[in-house]
């Protein structure tokens, strides 16, 4: 759960305005609630209620995409333990939440006619078979999900190399078993669609990060003392890193222009006690495993957050209500859904790709536009028809860019 908490990748999509982290949260609860429900007799029904809900929850997010890496995984599970008792409860809570999504979306269907065509077959199959946008390589998820176990990957493999073998424990295998599988099968499914996106590796991210929690728990010396050896070599390795990482943090946030320089005596106070505690201590384990949290807490803190408040249109589109309450909102080549969020009642308007001649009249005729797009991104005959570079609307820069044409003398 820390390695999860603390994965740069987990808690950069927390800051995104996107239901994919929904899909993580429903699978988590999936799988924990199903896993519960297996291991247990005696509250094996409100688990499987709680799987149930969180199916529906999932569904709605992002479509029958959230069954892939639970349903198969939790029932494989089972049968390797031979507990067909508990594959006939799977197999009865499996029809309660089908039921219960197709209720929802009947529901929704009757205020919206033709959504759940569009939703499940358009937005689910089509973009696994035959992808209309956002394709990739099989390999695409790969280094993203490097990314997500830094810094504790690399800290496990040490581990691992120095202890050789990992001690076997049976307190966890279970969870073990089930999260493995509920990954290899996540991640080969996101992999083999036609469609990607970086954050529809939410599914199988939050199982990588436990299976790396535990895996870590696995390598790392067991007892008080082997923990607390002051000659520990990974303590000599994670204190030569994390504590002048610590104090970089807060310089590298100024510099980038992604925090204040407040932020930078308080880090380098920090690494300094982070140095105090090496020196009287020495280079224990735990110590050094303690920098290491407290160094990317204070990452996501001053650089991951300031990034997102830096690149998200919140402030600009805030700046424009303020100071320009008539703007009106042309995005292109599709809607975002962050300006959506943020337009407190601005009108939005959506022009898409073939509509760049109607994009350029619009923008030549309404002063107070404002061009939402990729800002260097405009295609070429987008250019064109402008006939003039586009300008910042805002004093700051977002993504996607908030643009207008230069008032012509």
């Given at each position: 759960?820390?390695?999860l908490c ?5 808690i ?5 305005l996107a ?8 699978t988590v ?5 199903l ?18 809900l ?13 069954l892939?890496g639970?349903v198969?995984?939790a029932f494989i599970?089972v ?11 799977l197999?009865l809570?499996l ?10 979306f ?10 759940s065509?569009?939703f499940l077959?358009?937005?689910?199959v ?7 946008d ?5 390999w ?8 997500a ?8 493999l ?5 202890s050789q073998?990992?001690s076997?424990?049976p ?14 099968i996540g ?6 669609a ?7 590796s939410?599914?199988f ?5 436990m299976l ?11 007892g008080?003392?082997a923990l607390?050896?002051?000659r ?7 204190a030569?890193?994390?504590i ?6 807060g ?7 992604w925090s204040?320089?407040g932020w930078?005596?308080p880090?380098?106070?920090c690494?300094?006690a982070?140095?105090?505690?090496v020196?009287?201590q020495?280079?224990r ?8 949290s ?8 001053v650089?991951?957050w300031?990034?997102h ?14 100071h320009?309450p008539n703007?009106?909102l042309?995005?292109f080549?599709h809607?975002f ?7 407190n009642?601005?009108p939005?308007?959506?022009?898409h790709?073939?509509?760049t001649?109607?994009?350029a ?7 107070q536009a404002?061009?939402?797009a990729?800002g260097?991104?405009?295609?070429a ?6 006939g003039v570079q586009?300008?910042p ?6 993504t996607?860019w908030l643009?207008?044409?230069p008032?012509?003398?």
């Open positions: 759960a820390w390695v603390l994965s740069p990748r987990v950069y999509y927390m800051g995104m239901m994919d982290g929904l899909v993580g949260l429903a609860s999936i799988l924990g609630s896993h519960l429900a297996v291991t247990t007799h005696r509250w094996r029904w409100p688990f499987l209620a709680l799987a149930t969180a199916v529906i929850a999932g569904i709605l997010a992002k479509g029958p995409v959230v892939i639970t198969p995984a599970a049968a390797l333990s031979g507990k067909w008792n508990s594959a006939m409860h197999g809570w029809v309660f939440a089908i039921i219960g999504s197709g209720a929802c009947w529901l929704l269907d009757s205020a919206s006619p033709g959504f065509q569009a077959l358009r937005h689910n089509e973009r696994f078979a035959s992808p209309f956002h394709t990739g390589p099989w695409y998820h790969l280094p993203g999900l490097a990314i176990l830094l810094p504790w990957g690399p800290i496990a040490w581990t691992w190399w120095k073998k990992p076997p424990r307190d966890d295998s279970s969870a073990f078993v089930w999260l493995a599988i509920s990954f290899a991640i080969v499914f996101f992999s083999a036609g469609s990607k996106r970086p954050s529809y939410t599914a991210l939050p199982q990588a990060c790396m929690g535990l895996f870590l728990d696995r390598c790392l010396p067991t008080w003392a607390s050896n002051p520990s070599d990974l303590g000599i390795a994670l030569w890193i994390f002048p990482g610590l104090a970089g943090i310089w590298a946030g100024w510099l980038l222009g204040s320089w930078i005596a880090l380098v106070l690494s300094l982070g140095t105090w505690a020196w009287r020495g280079c384990c735990h110590i050094g495993l303690a920098l290491a407290v160094a990317m807490a204070f990452g996501h803190v650089l991951l300031g990034h408040d830096t690149f998200s249109p919140r402030r600009g589109l805030a700046w424009l209500c303020r320009q703007s009106v042309a995005c080549p809607p859904e962050s300006v959506e969020f943020y337009a009642g601005m939005v308007m959506h022009f790709e073939e509509q001649h109607e994009l009249v619009f923008l030549h005729q309404n002063p404002v061009l939402v990729k260097n991104k405009l295609p005959p987008l250019l064109a028809e402008l586009p300008v609307a805002t004093p700051y820069k977002s996607p643009m207008r044409l008032k012509m003398d």
